[in-house]
């Protein structure tokens, strides 16, 4: 039987975090979740679990295939889980760099109200 493995520990060992510090505080920031519940670092990973990753304006979904607490290269990780994220999310870094009403000129002062709410708006996902 295989060796109870952490949440922390799993994200690091296959490279969805660079350090398993990272992957911890995200577990702790609500970043990582399980149908829709905020996971501990604690917590077990178990093969066919579903996890929800958001890093950065992407939320990755992945499904756990096997279990390792040790670190592997890139080419061995995909052995390991299926990415389930749908090909928009990936798109989500780009569509926010093209948007041209987050560019504002020096000196232009603070947003008004409703330039934030439209601000809001766009970045509502």
Excluded at 5 to 33: F, H, N, P, Q
Excluded at 66 to 84: G, H, M, T, Y
Excluded at 100 to 125: A, M
């Amino acid at each position: 039987m295989e060796e109870p493995v952490r949440i922390d520990k799993w994200l690091w060992a296959m490279r969805v975090y660079k350090t398993r510090s990272l992957a911890s505080e995200a577990c702790r920031g609500g970043k990582v979740k399980m149908k829709g519940q905020d996971l501990k670092p604690s917590k077990v990973v178990k093969i066919d679990e579903v996890y929800s990753i958001q890093i950065a304006h992407i939320t990755k979904t992945i499904k756990v295939i096997a279990i390792s607490d040790k670190r592997l290269s890139p080419k061995l990780v995909v052995d390991f889980f299926e990415d389930l994220t749908p090909k928009e999310e990936y798109l989500k870094p780009t569509l926010l760099k093209n948007l041209q009403f987050f560019k504002r000129n020096k000196g232009t002062g603070r947003p008004t109200k409703k330039e934030r709410r439209e601000l809001d708006d766009l970045t509502d996902w």
